[in-house]
RNA sequence: GUCCCCGUAGCUCAGCGGAUAGAGCGUUGGACUCCGGAUCCAAAGGUCGGGGGUUCAAAUCCCCCCGGGGACGCCA
C-alpha cells in the first residue's frame, strides 16, 4: 500500500541521512502523512522535517532538504519530491504508481482492503440488546447500524468476531409483560385483572394475548397465578424475540449469538462469578444486601449486586454476562451503548478488574442519542406509554438502506438529528442513493460494454448471469490512464485500505460513508468527462478496468456500512 | 454539586496539531444529438460559542466561562 511504502522510505532516508552525518543522531519520530488539500500540494505530504527540527535544533527547511538528498524513491513510483512552505515534504506520485493500483484491486476483489492486525484475536461485539419487552424502537435503530458496522470493519482488520445480543429475559421486567399480556388476555373474555403498574400498553400485547386466547382459549382465566406467568412470560418472549430477530434481518443484521440472561442464573454462572469476586475479597453484606466493592477498582461508589430483597440487580447480571464472555476464550470485549448507559461504564470495567481481567480489554462504545423529528417538532418516544415509533416503522418508511446509511453518517459521538419527513420525502436525494447510483451506472457501462464492438473484447457475458465481468486485467495495459478525473479516481481507490484501517481502529464508522462519497463523487466526475466505451481499444480496456476497479471499491465499502450494492435502480 | 459528550455555512454534518476550514441539502445561474440527468459545473454563504494559554503552526491540545444534551439508584 502507498502511504505504508512511503513512510518506510522517509524513515529509511532520515537514517540515512544520519550515518551520513547529515541529520544529528537522534531518535525517528513516527513519520505522519496527510493528503494535502490543493492539488499543488501534492499526493501527500509529510511534517516530519517541522518536527524534527525541535529536537534537532536544526532550520526545517534544512532537515527537509537533508531528507529529500537521502530518499530512494524510483521514478516510476514517485515522479518529484518538492520542499514547501516552512518545511514541509511534497510527494507526487507517478502515474505508473496509481495505474498499479487499479490492477491491484482487480486482482484482490473482494480482499483489497482487508489488513491482518487483527489476525489471532477473539473479539465480541455485543450490541442492540435491547429488553425484549417490546418491538424493537427506532432508538436502538443507531446502536444496531453503529455496532454492525464496526463489527464489520473488525472482521475486515482481520480479527475474529463473534457478534452477540443480550437477552434481559429475567427479572420483574419481564413478569410485567407477561402480566400484562395477561390482563389484555382476561379482557378478551370479559373478564377484568388489574393492569401491572409498571406494565405495557403497546398494542403488541394485546395481539400477543390474541394469539394466547386462540391457542389455548380460555383456560388460563382460572389457572394459578405462578403457573401462569411462567407461561404467559415464555409465550411473550418468544413471540418478541422472533419479532426483534425478523425486524434485524430486514435491518441487515444478525446475530452469531442470542445471549440468555436467564441462563446465567438457571446455569449458575451468577453463583460462581460472586463466588469469584467474594474470593477476591470484592464483595460485602450491609443492610441486608449484597454490595461489589466498586470504589476498590475505581469506581465513584460501591454498587449493589443482589438487593435486601434476594434479587440480582442489573450490573449483577451484567458482570456475570462479561465473565461468561471471558470464559468462552474472548480477547477483547467491545459493547455498544447510548449515552444514556455512560454511568455503568466505570462499574462494568470495575467488576471486570476486580474479576482479574484487563479492564483495557473492555471497551464501550458511547454513541449519541438519536433525536428524530416529524412535522418539525421532535418525536417523543414511550414504549410504556404506548407510542411507539419502532424500527420496523422506520424501514417501512425509509427503507434499510437509507436508514442504516443515515445512522452511521455521523461520529457515533455526536448526536444526530433523523428528520422522518425528510428522509421519506427527499429518499431520492439521500447520499446513499447516491454512491448506490454511481455503482449501478457502474454495472450499467459493463452491461453496455458486452455490446460494445470494441468494449466486448474485455467483458465476459455469461448467459442467465445478469453480472457482466472484466476479463483479466493482468495483461492490460494501462498507461493510457492519465486524464486529471482518472488520476482522482485512482487515488481514492488507493486510499481505500487506509480509510478502512483507520475506522476500523479508531471505531468511527462514518469515516465509510465520507469515504463512499468521495469515491463516488470522483467516479460521476470522471464519467462526465471521459468516455470508456470508445473505438480505441486500449484507452477502452484501461478504463473498463479502472471502472470495475470501481464497482469493487464502492461495493466492498456499501457492505461495510451494510447497505447494497444495486446493479440496477 | 461532580463527571461525560456536543457547539463549525440558512439546515444536517465532516475536518487526522499543519499550508487558502470542507461536503450534502437549500438558494441562484449554467451543461451532453453519444456509455443511466438519481449526474456534472459555477456562484453566494464562516468573528470554527466566548476569552486566555501552549506551539514555528490551534477548529484540533490545556484552563476558565456561556449554551445544549446526558450520567451520578437496593430502576432497567
Known sequence: MIRQQLQESIREAILRAQQAGDLPPGEVPQVELETPRQAEHGDFASNVALVLARSMSLPPRRVAEAIARHLRLPPEKVERVEIAGPGFLNFFLSPSWLQEVVRVVLEKGERYGRWDVGRGIRVHVEYVSANPTGPLHVGTARNGAIGDCIANLLDALGFEVFREYYLNDYGAQVLALARSVACRYAELFGRSLPFPEDGYRGEYVVEIARKIAERDGPRWLDAPEEERDAYFREFALAEIVGDIRRTLEAFGIRFDGWFSEAGLYARSDFQKTLELLRARGALYEEGGALWF???????????????????????????????????????????????????????????????????????????????????????????????????????????????????????PSTPLEFDLDLAVKQSSENPVYYVQYAHA??????????????????????????????????????????????????????????????????????????????LATAFHVFYTQCRVLTDDPELTGARLALVDATRVVLRKTLQLIGVSAPERM
Open 293 to 411: 466493592r466498586a470504589t476498590a477498582f475505581g469506581d465513584e461508589r460501591d454498587r449493589v449486586v443482589i438487593r435486601s430483597d434476594g434479587t440480582p440487580t442489573y450490573l449483577g447480571g451484567d458482570i456475570a454476562y462479561r465473565r461468561s464472555i471471558y470464559e468462552r476464550g474472548f480477547q477483547r470485549l467491545i459493547n455498544v451503548l447510548g449515552i444514556d448507559h455512560q454511568g455503568q461504564v466505570r462499574s462494568l470495567k470495575a467488576a471486570v478488574q476486580a474479576m482479574g481481567y484487563d479492564p483495557e480489554t473492555l471497551e464501550v462504545i458511547l454513541y449519541q442519542h438519536v433525536l428524530f423529528r416529524r412535522g418539525g417538532e421532535s418525536v417523543r418516544m414511550s414504549r410504556r406509554a404506548g407510542e411507539i415509533v419502532t424500527l420496523q416503522d422506520l424501514l417501512e418508511t425509509v427503507g434499510a438502506d437509507a436508514a442504516r446509511y443515515f445512522l452511521v453518517m455521523t461520529n
Open 441 to 518: 451506472r457502474i454495472c450499467s457501462i459493463l452491461r453496455e460494454a458486452s455490446k460494445h464492438p470494441v468494449g466486448r473484447e474485455f467483458v465476459v457475458a455469461h448467459p442467465g448471469d445478469p453480472h457482466v465481468h472484466l476479463n483479466e486485467a493482468r495483461d492490460l495495459d494501462l498507461s493510457t490512464l492519465t486524464h486529471e478525473t482518472e488520476r482522482a479516481l485512482m487515488r481514492k481507490l488507493a486510499d481505500f485500505p487506509d480509510v478502512v484501517f483507520t475506522a476500523g481502529m479508531r471505531r468511527e464508522p462514518h469515516r465509510l460513508c465520507a469515504f463512499a462519497q468521495e
